[in-house]
């Protein structure tokens, strides 16, 4: 496997000097942490966010944080939640006495994490809430497993409660709007081809010529079945009618996030939104908005994934909100 | 009657480290099967680092070693095992606060850290995780006065052979279903060295 790289250990590292370094103007590196804030973090009278998660999945979260979405994203080690200590100076640097909500998405690691930072927080007499991510329909939803896992479905988590919190809400009600989203969002995947850690040097796992992996997840994680190669409209539409099938969404108005997970062309990502659009047209949902690229990746995987999300006057007025975000500028 | 000094307890430690190492590329085999393939590397990685804590620090009391040995594994281990690992030592290292360690006390810091560990892993017995393993140590420690040490690594074999046949409920194997299988949990394994390097150090109460 080729990459360009200096040297594996020193991946994050090198990845987050880059970043700050393109984005002087608005962001910024709290010193010896793997913690992106926004430049002007703490920012008064408003309510922090956090986010963050392993990295190889850029832009998620740095990409994010930007007056209108997050104020802070912590970045662990290839797909390996960061830890504690460093989410905790993520909270400390975006704490104005305002109260600070953690946005995880479902894995054990990461909220395990991001829980013991919480406790830190609260120790230091930081108001800290959270919420838990977990869009992917391809698990099974039980309270006796770890349950669904949050994937690109988290987009709209951080675009929603940004803007929220812009607007001067309290904690409390920052944290209702993102449950919402959380409620009324849905997200499935699938995989051609798998992603190579830099660290371990081969692929993830392993997928014969002609098979993909319907329900993948963001770090090649099982998910409901191999089947051989389809055509772009045949997968769509298994991802979509498992979507649909998951809430109600006769009658509504929809935003989508067609996400490719790194190494599948726009030109693939725009045949499957054309479907999209044609299912979703058929059962009479309309759409709002529609974001199509790389929003959460798995480093170089093949694949995609599909996320709808039910929209009401509040979802539509926040998802409408200005953003500066880098990722996600509107 | 003491059963673990300052000292025993910082060999402790060392002995962890020297079974991360040795058993580092089967820990990590064992994640690949049903995981993400990472556990040997940062346990290894982990207790290197609490190794190299503990060589510059003086320590009065087996509370205030522990205590270091969590906060290093929280900090450096990442994953679901620095926080699995780090709470265990932490509530062990409160439970052990300005006492002596004779094997009522030890058995008192054994159930904190496994209440810790189910508290921060959501986990019950039977769901293919760590907890199994501490759980059996604890149920160990509650027989009255322990005769043979050897007797602890016993129980905490027999576990680890019980996972094989579980299907994960909890943690990233739980994706897997029921091809989980036929396969040992990593992190019950890495539990199971850090039993076995404490047997290796523990005196018996006479």
Known sequence: ?330 | MIILTVEQTIQWMKEIHKRMEVNKEQLTTLDQAIGDGDHGINMERGFAEVVDKINNTDYDTVADVLKSAAMTLTAKVGGASGPLYGTAFLKMATALQDKEVNQQNFKVAIDEALEGIKMRGKAEFGEKTMYDVWYQAAAFLDSEKVEDWQELIEACQATIEDTRALIATKGRASYLKERAIGHVDPGSMSSFYMFEALVSVLELEV
């Open chain 1, 1 to 330: 496997m080729k990459k360009v790289l200096n040297s594996t250990d020193q991946v994050v590292e090198e990845m987050l000097d880059g970043f700050v370094t393109a984005h002087a103007d608005s962001v910024k590196r709290i010193p010896d942490t793997t913690v992106i804030a926004r430049k002007d973090a703490p920012v008064s009278g408003k309510v922090g966010l956090v986010s963050g998660g392993g990295s190889g999945h850029e832009p998620a979260h740095g990409g994010y944080v930007g007056k209108g979405m997050l104020d802070a994203a912590v970045v662990g080690e290839v797909f390996t939640s960061p830890t504690p200590d460093q989410v905790l100076e993520g909270i400390k640097a975006t704490d104005s006495g305002s109260g600070v909500l953690l946005i995880i998405k479902n894995y054990t690691g990461d909220v395990m994490n991001f829980d013991m930072a919480a406790e830190l927080a609260e120790a230091e007499g930081i108001t800290v809430e959270k919420v838990i991510v977990n869009d992917d329909v391809a698990v099974e939803d039980s309270t006796f497993t770890t349950g669904r896992r949050g994937i690109a479905g988290t987009v709209f988590v951080h675009k929603i409660a940004g803007a929220i919190a812009e607007s001067g809400a309290s904690l409390a009600e920052v944290k209702a709007a993102a449950e919402k989203v959380i409620k009324n969002v849905r997200s499935m995947g699938v995989a051609l081809e798998s992603c190579t850690v830099p660290a371990a040097g081969k692929p993830s796992f392993t997928l014969k010529e002609d098979e993909v992996e319907i329900g993948i997840g963001i770090h090649g994680e099982p998910g409901i079945e191999r089947v051989p190669l389809q055509s772009a409209n045949e997968i769509t539409s298994t991802l979509v009618a498992k979507i649909l099938a998951d809430i109600d969404y006769t009658n509504s108005e929809v935003a989508v996030l067609v996400n490719g997970m790194g190494a599948t062309p726009e030109m693939e990502l725009f045949i499957v939104h054309r479907q999209v659009a044609k299912m979703l047209g058929e059962k009479g949902i309309n759409i709002y908005k529609t974001w199509v690229g790389e929003y959460m990746t798995s480093l170089e995987m093949t694949g995609f994934s599909i996320s709808l999300l039910k929209l009401d006057d509040q979802l539509k007025e926040a998802l409408d909100g200005q953003s500066d975000a880098i990722a996600f500028r509107l």
